[in-house]
């Protein structure tokens, strides 16, 4: 047995939403359709595609949706820890002026 014949071939099956034909597409070749949404031909002729994107650019999507939230409330975050900082400042003027010694 050669090493060709040794490989292993992962297939995915699928019907055709036209005809309803259950046929088999190697995995690796469905996944680059998948990602570039090329169509392709069930074997009765009917044209299928991928629309919409891949569970792997859903989830790239949705955390790059979730860093910029966090940059977001980060940087909020951020100036009011800058606000925070400017009202102690004014107390602690502010309890100088009467003698007090804030212990901070």
Known sequence: MTEKE???????????SDCGLRFGID????LLWQQSHKKFL??????LCWEGDTLQQKELKTLRAEVISL????A?????????KGKIIELTSELEI???NPKV
Request: glycine share 8%; net charge negative; aromatic share 6%.
């Open 6 to 16: 040794a490989e292993i071939i992962e297939i995915d099956s699928f019907n055709c």
């Open 76 to 84: 909020t975050a951020l100036a009011d820890i800058e606000i925070g």
């Open 27 to 30: 995995k690796n070749v469905c």
């Open 42 to 47: 069930c074997p009765n002729g009917h044209t």
């Open 71 to 74: 940059k977001e409330k980060l």
């Open 98 to 100: 009467y003698g007090i």
